[in-house]
């Protein structure tokens, strides 16, 4: 397995976990990197405070690196980078706006920086920023995605081939079989968020995770295309988005009916009908719960076996 993240990042193994809002907390963040991959505490929606409590509760449970997943559009973004590199965080992973917002700060604070792009420009402009590792992610992934509804098949490559630092693959990998198929695409690493989701480890309502653990392979859709797709779950919600988007309902009249704290509902209080449950398509080839440490060592010893039999 021949990558240059574990060496940028401080990791044993090139396995990133996903910047999951409400769900990557300081105890889903330590257990992935207890396990030899990237924690990462997903800072979306969380004011600086919450996230220091999270970053001084990952030190407790974790003496190895970690990081905090900020996107650049969210309104905390500045304090919560300002408060993440005061106490050290070792990467800063950013996302959903523009890398030179916080690479070149980020940097000089000592940390490492990752980026995630959803196409070969936006790739460009995170090598251009300084960034360390590059992420590619796919139309397949849960959650906001790019505009240009690329998969991940198609975009790691060419990202790969548009840009000298090392490329993480991410969207619709959930296993072995998908990290091997990463690196065949040129990547040098992967990131999961949704296989992570569905663990032992994650804070997610045992509702969210039931409805991973019965999904079919069509049981994600994209709501919000006009003004920023989101993959999820199907459900109540989804559907009265998908039905007002066909009846041609302007998009700011669509977010208005969607109003806030839709993700609160699904990670948090698990509410099956009003929640927005964010999930990759990968959904359908979970099956059972298990702890970051066995995802990370499934993932590990299934890719040795997977190249030693091609």
């Not at 208005?256 to 009003?274: Q, T, V, Y």
Request: glycine share 12%.
């Amino acid at each position: 397995m021949r990558s240059r993240i574990p060496g940028i990042l401080g990791i044993a193994y090139p396995i990133l976990q996903g910047g999951m809002i409400w769900v990557s907390d300081a105890g889903l963040a330590a257990a992935v990197s207890e396990a030899g991959g990237l924690g990462v505490i997903g800072a979306g929606g969380m004011p600086p405070e919450t996230v220091e409590e999270e970053i001084n509760k990952a030190r407790r449970l974790t003496s190895k690196p970690f990081g905090v997943n900020i996107p650049i559009l969210s309104p905390f973004a500045e304090g919560v980078f300002e408060t993440s590199a005061r106490l050290g965080v070792p990467v800063l992973t950013t996302s959903a706006g523009n890398p030179m917002t916080f690479t070149a700060r980020a940097k000089e604070a000592g940390m490492k920086v990752v980026h995630v792009v959803s196409n070969v420009r936006m790739a460009r402009k995170a090598q251009d920023a300084g960034v360390d590792v590059i992420v590619a992610e796919g139309y397949e992934a849960g959650g906001h995605n790019g505009f240009d509804e690329l998969t991940t098949m198609a975009l790691v490559p060419q990202v790969v081939d548009a840009v000298e630092v090392p490329v993480v693959a991410a969207g619709g990998i959930a296993d072995a079989r998908g990290m091997v198929a990463a690196f065949a695409l040129g990547a040098e690493g992967v990131q999961l968020g949704t296989r992570f989701l569905a663990s032992t480890d994650s804070p997610a309502h045992p509702r969210y995770k039931e409805l991973i653990l019965s999904a079919g392979d069509c049981a994600t859709v994209i709501t919000g295309r006009a003004f920023g797709p989101v993959r999820v779950l199907r459900n109540k919600l989804a559907e009265m988005i998908l039905q007002a988007e066909r009846e041609g309902m302007p998009p700011e009249k669509v977010q208005e009916m969607i109003g806030s704290g839709r993700s609160i509902k699904a990670c948090l209080e698990g509410d099956l009908d009003e929640g927005s449950f964010m999930s990759g398509q990968v959904a359908g080839m979970i099956r059972e719960l298990k702890s970051a440490r066995e995802i990370i060592q499934e993932l590990v010893e299934g890719y040795r076996r997977i190249a030693a039999e091609l």
